[in-house]
């Protein structure tokens, strides 16, 4: 229990100073051979307890963070998209399935992400 203690400390810091990471992996048009966008795959701090999303998404249900994780997700991956002005749109994937509720609203939060300062999307 210590140790889940631990992790959920860490993952608050973690969310609190946005230290969630991106990777984009290409949505491809086979037909057209082209790409239509990225799908944003959270990662943690490399090297860490919580590297790998599976343990972020564990640790934040099991200490109530979930759906903070998912706006931080959310707004993150909006943020570093933008920031490589990769072409193409940006896919996310929503992690509250078993909560429709909550799913609506980091939603609705991450609609307002899109318009943040500094963070300009492509259409």
């Not at 210590?2 to 100073?17: D, F, P, S, Y």
């Not at 051979?33 to 990225?38: C, I, N, Q, W």
């Given at each position: 229990m210590?140790?889940?203690?631990?992790?959920?400390?860490?993952?608050?810091?973690?969310?609190?100073?946005q230290k969630l990471h991106f990777v984009f992996q290409p949505i491809v048009d086979m037909a057209r051979?082209?790409?239509?966008?990225?799908e944003a795959l959270m990662?943690?701090?490399?090297?860490?307890a919580l590297e790998r999303p599976d343990d972020l998404l564990r640790v934040a249900k099991h200490c109530g963070l979930a759906s903070e994780l998912e706006i931080a997700a959310c707004k993150g991956a909006i943020r570093e998209f933008s920031a490589l002005?990769?072409?193409?749109?940006?896919?996310?994937?929503?992690?509250?399935?078993?909560?429709?509720?909550?799913?609506?609203?980091?939603?609705a939060n991450c609609c307002v992400a899109r318009w943040m300062p500094g963070c300009h999307p492509r259409a």
């Open positions: 210590l140790h889940n203690a631990g992790l959920a400390v860490t993952l608050r810091k973690l969310l609190e100073q051979s082209t790409v239509l966008g990225y990662r943690g701090p490399a090297g860490s002005q990769l072409p193409g749109k940006l896919f996310l994937t929503s992690v509250h399935r078993s909560s429709p509720r909550l799913a609506k609203k980091a939603a």
